[in-house]
Structures are given as C-alpha cells and as structure tokens.
C-alpha cells in the first residue's frame, strides 16, 4: 500500500507561480514513477506530467511544456510540480499518483488539492 498527500494548492491570479507537493508513504519502495494529474470541472482527468524516482527521468504535457516542473527528493518521498506563469484553464483539482514498473496504471492516488487561478 502506498499513501499520496497532495498539497500546496490555492488561489492565485493569471501570471502566478505555485507549487504543489506529494509526500509518498508506505510501500514506497515499490514506486517506479510519480505523475501529476488534473481534472478541471466537467472535464475528464488530464495528465500533467510523471517523474521516475529513481533515475529523475521527467515527462510533461504539452500543454504544460515550459511552464510546469517536475521534481523529486527521494530522500524525503517527495514529489513536485512547479507551476509557473499560470492561467485561468489551469484550474482544476491536481492528482498524484504512483506506479510500478510492472504496470502501466496509476495504482495509488491522493485527494487532490484545488488550484485556481483568476484572470
């Protein structure tokens, strides 16, 4: 079992930054990748970007490219999602997740943390 808490999110205005962090727990040594979802309302769920914990490899959404990173410190089971210049069609509630290297599914989710962004 692995546990995912998502934090970080609020209210910010067209041109912030934020960002968002996801604290693993658990069977953490079973992790391959963290990845970064978002679901805006009445939208289906987005995927954002993903980071391998143990080589750091990171991938992202084009319409994330530039704007957002992904990081990771293994040493406190943390995940990051730096949101740069935000817009308003980045409001959404943003999901961690994490997989094996024997799945291709996300097998674990946290609670998500609401980011909305103002124009």
């Known amino acids: 079992q692995v546990q995912l808490v998502e934090s970080g999110g609020g209210l910010v205005q067209t041109g912030d930054s934020l960002k968002l962090s996801c604290v693993a727990s658990?069977?953490?040594?079973?992790?391959?990748?963290m990845g970064w979802f978002r679901q805006a309302p009445g939208q289906e769920r987005e995927f954002v970007g993903a980071?391998?914990?143990?080589?750091?490899?990171?991938r992202h959404a084009d319409s994330v490219k530039g704007r957002f990173t992904i990081s990771r410190d293994n040493a406190k089971n943390v995940v990051y999602l730096q949101m740069n210049d935000l817009k308003p069609e980045d409001t959404a509630v943003y999901y961690c997740?994490?997989?094996?290297?024997?799945?291709?599914?996300?097998?674990?989710w946290g609670q998500g943390t609401q980011v909305t962004v103002s124009s």
């Open positions: 658990g069977r953490t040594d079973t992790i391959y990748e």
């Open positions: 980071v391998t914990l143990r080589r750091g490899n990171t």
């Open positions: 997740a994490s997989r094996t290297i024997t799945s291709s599914a996300y097998g674990y």
